[in-house]
Each structure stands twice: as C-alpha cells, then as structure tokens.
C-alpha cells in the first residue's frame, strides 16, 4: 500500500482542535500499532492486511507526525502523547487492548503501563510487544543527528534538514541487507515533511531527556507490571540493539526476548514484516 493509498483509507479524529489521523480496521479482538520517530503509523503497512484478517487493528499518527497535525506550539512530551493515545482509545469505544509498540511509541507504552498499573478505572491491557526502542536511557545509543537535535542549536539542524541528508542518516540504523528502497526512503521523507513537519525534529527529540527524567517510573513499570509483556528485536540496530536486550534480560523478571535474523535492524516491521508477524501473532495467542 502506498503512502497515499494509506491516507486516503484513514480518517481524522479531533483532538484539542487538532485533526489527528488514524485507522481503524478488522473486527474481533482490539490490537493497538503505536509508531516511532520519527515516522508514522504507515510503519506498519507491511503487517497491516494480515493483521486486519484476524483482528480489529487500529493505529494513528501521534501529533506532530505522519498525517496528523502538527502545531508549533504544542508541548511534545512524551506524557502529553500518552494523554492522546487514552483520547484515541476513548473515542473508538476501546475497553480492552493488545499493544505493539516501536521506537518512541515504546516510551509512550512505558508511560501508559505506569498509569494501568496505578489507575483501577483505566482501559484493561491484555499484552504489550516492544520492537526496537529505549526501553533503558543507560543503553541507548542515540545517532549524531539526535543529539545534534538535542543540543542548543537543533532548531537549526532541523530546518537545514533535507532529503539527501536524512535519507542518508535514516539509512544507517538499518541492517546492512535491509536497507530501505530509494521508493520507501520517499515515502518517509513525505510523512516526515508533511505540514512542515521536519521542522519540528528538535521539539520531538526532547523525548531523550524524558527517558532519563522518567527511568524510574518507566522501567519500574515494567518490572512490577503482571500482564504478558514480549519484546521483538532486530539485532543488528546500532541505537537500540543487541545491547538493549541484554539489558532487558538482567533487570526484567522472566523475559520472553525474540530475537530476529542477526543482520536486521531499527525498523524489523519494514525490514523483516513475515518475521514480525509470526513472532508477535505467537505471543498474542
């Protein structure tokens, strides 16, 4: 499915005057897609008609990504999605959900986790699945990029931010035999540079500092946390590797870890979607 084909299937909810984009498809048993940064829901084209067969699916892009608005002025903090992601729920009549989560979205799912935990009236979670993120701040390896967005000067870095540039720095976090297509490298540079997007990377980036600001509470969650809890990963990920689940393995009680072929990378739904699917329909069943 093409990008355009992907927005022209999706709809638009109002959030705080906002349009936020999402979709909504399937029937049966709820299964959550959250997206990473800085890309979108499309993230999961690849798994979506499979998963659609089996299950009602929806997805959205958070604010500030993909399709949905992106307001210069909004505070882009990781609690402030969470609050979307419970007013997306909300609105679809959600009560009970499966979540898979990638990248930024799993520290989104950290913060949602700590509020299931401490909130009787909360929507029920009936399992979550990691792919590649910070799930540690003391183990994650950002890019030259993102700190270079981090720093004093990234509102500069991010309007000097084109599509050579990214396509090259957005390359590298992929394993080197899965390496997206020029046609796939387009696709992402138009979610990102959609409404101007790009241009808001370094509001985006301050989710790293929340990592660090928040690690108690996120990874506390997860150790105390009673529901079925897997993580998919592709090795190879220079930011959140092979490294990240060796670190999962020491701190978190009976870790269900599977890990794909050594050379996949950041993105395992792009770069290795059957594998995806088989490992996480396994775990949810």
Not at 28 to 57: C, M
Not at 127 to 155: A, Y
Not at 269 to 277: I, N, S, T
Request: aromatic letters at 12%; charged letters at 25%; one cysteine or more.
């Amino acid at each position: 499915m093409s990008v355009s084909e992907w927005k022209n299937s999706g709809k638009y909810m109002d959030y705080l005057g906002n349009q936020i984009f999402f979709k909504d498809e399937g029937k049966g048993e709820v299964i959550l897609l959250v997206h990473g940064f800085p890309t979108a829901s499309y993230d999961y084209n690849l798994i979506w008609k499979e998963l659609i067969s089996k299950y009602r699916v929806i997805t959205y892009d958070m604010i500030g990504f993909g399709f949905s608005d992106k307001p210069k002025s909004f505070e882009y903090s990781i609690m402030k999605q969470a609050d979307l992601l419970e007013s997306v729920l909300k609105n679809l009549g959600v009560q009970k959900v499966k979540i898979l989560t990638h990248d930024y979205g799993v520290s989104v799912i950290q913060e949602i986790l700590a509020r299931f935990l401490e909130r009787k009236d909360y929507f029920q979670i009936e399992n979550i699945c990691f792919l590649n993120g910070g799930l540690f701040p003391e183990t994650h390896k950002p890019r030259s990029i993102q700190k270079l967005l981090l720093s004093p000067i990234g509102f500069i870095i991010s309007k000097l931010m084109n599509k050579k540039k990214f396509s090259k720095s957005f390359s590298e976090v992929f394993g080197k035999n899965s390496k997206p297509s020029q046609e796939e490298l387009d696709e992402f540079w138009e979610l990102i540079n959609y409404k101007d997007g790009k241009n808001l990377s370094h509001k985006h980036i301050q989710y790293m500092k929340e990592r660090k600001k928040f690690r108690e509470r996120w990874v506390g969650a997860l150790q105390k946390s009673t529901i079925p809890i897997c993580i998919i990963y592709g090795p190879a990920d220079p930011i959140s590797g092979i490294h990240m689940t060796e670190r999962y393995e020491e701190l978190i009680p009976n870790p269900n870890i599977k890990l794909l072929n050594d050379s996949i990378g950041h993105y395992p739904q792009v770069e290795d979607p059957k594998a995806v699917l088989e490992n996480y329909l396994s775990f949810i069943r």
